[in-house]
């Protein structure tokens, strides 16, 4: 026979009923939204994931004391706010390239990898589906998980980017946050003034992207794939805008313009024609693409996942993360075999 816990904290049979739901009842419809707003507070999905364990761990060792001041899903995301926080001190912000302040690489020079610094990583869209019901709720947290934005996220000190998430992305009043992170309603006004003056200057907003594709931007991904695949410079080019960004965690760079990326992809980049097929996959709420590498057998193995931000129909931006750890964590196949993509 099951055993519950009632609000008093008294085991009670699982025949006995309550007025209380039992902890996985009242709380594991919120995962996938704590999931979200653990990886805007880290910048990393897998840390991410293990602070949501260690919220609801926290979290059922206190439900008996539970009093429903508040509704359960504000209760956990005042404990996930707080587990963030504690884990993110005295750690370094997790950037992209483009925010560790360098200018922009000449991409006739030698790529540069630094394992020193603690990149940010991409999300898998099923792990940050919005499980909220309110429309308005979903647009926001949907946008608000959009790689710019959590890039930005990153330069804000700890207690500002929780400040700017529970007011902006969940809508919080002041006092609901000044309670979550005892602290004053005067402070926290402050804390999210300079937190939005700080991404004024990065020119991020959450809804400065659009969140769906119509059919023309299909068209330029399914293009893009192509291009890759040929490895037709000039087609790559011809689908970026003229100021697009390129960037490739671990290495320190990042490049500047569709003719200095074409340069990168021409002369950096190993692969041949029919030598790098590209998976489908989605990222932050952006198009994604698994980027395998043809091997001397003539299989293919995971090179990069690049995370595509558009402007229309064009690629504004792309992020290849070189990390081929990643492809597990979404999904993708650890290899493809040789004869993949003959047809293509």
Same mark, same amino acid.
């Given at each position: ?27 594991? =419809? ?28 926290? !979290? ?26 504690? !884990? ?10 483009? =925010? ?7 991409? =006739? ?68 946050? /000044? ?140 992020? !290849?993360?070189?990390?081929? /750890?990643?492809? /597990? ?16």
């Amino acid at each position: 026979m099951t055993q519950v816990r009632d609000r008093r904290g008294l085991e009670t049979a699982d025949d006995v009923t309550s007025e209380v739901p039992d902890f996985p009842e009242a709380t594991d =419809g919120f995962r996938r939204e704590l999931t979200a707003h653990c990886y805007r507070m880290t910048g990393s999905i897998h840390d991410a994931e293990d602070l949501v364990q260690e919220t609801y761990l926290r !979290a059922w060792r206190a439900y008996a004391a539970f009093e429903g001041r508040s509704s359960v899903r504000t209760w956990l995301y005042r404990i996930a706010t707080n587990v963030c926080l504690t !884990a993110l001190e005295g750690k370094d912000r997790r950037p992209l390239p483009t =925010g560790l302040g360098a200018p922009a690489s000449d991409p =006739g020079e030698a790529v540069i990898e630094s394992a020193e610094v603690s990149w940010l990583e991409p999300a898998p869209d099923p792990l940050l589906a919005a499980e909220a019901t309110d429309p308005a709720t979903i647009v926001a947290q949907r946008e608000s998980i959009r790689l710019a934005f959590v890039a930005a996220l990153q330069h804000l000190p700890a207690r500002q980017r929780a400040v700017l998430i529970l007011r902006d992305v969940l809508r919080w009043k002041a006092s609901e946050v /000044a309670q979550a992170l005892e602290s004053s309603e005067a402070a926290v006004n402050s804390a999210l003034q300079r937190a939005h003056a700080q991404l004024a200057k990065a020119n991020v907003t959450q809804d400065s992207v659009d969140t769906d594709l119509d059919a023309a931007q299909q068209v330029l991904l399914d293009r893009y794939v192509k291009a890759f695949w040929e490895k037709d410079i000039s087609a790559i080019v011809s689908m970026l805008t003229r100021d697009a960004v390129w960037e490739m965690p671990p290495f320190t760079g990042w490049y500047l313009g569709a003719h200095n990326i074409g340069r990168l992809i021409d002369t950096q980049c190993p692969g041949g024609q029919h030598d790098m097929p590209m998976v489908t996959t989605r990222a932050n709420g952006q198009p994604a693409f698994g980027l395998y590498m043809r091997q001397a057998d003539g299989t293919f193995e995971p090179f990069h996942l690049q995370v595509l931000t558009l402007d229309g129909t064009r690629v504004s931006h792309v992020a !290849a993360f070189f990390d081929p /750890a990643l492809f /597990a964590t979404f999904g993708l196949p650890a290899s493809l075999p040789a004869d993949y993509g003959r047809e293509t």
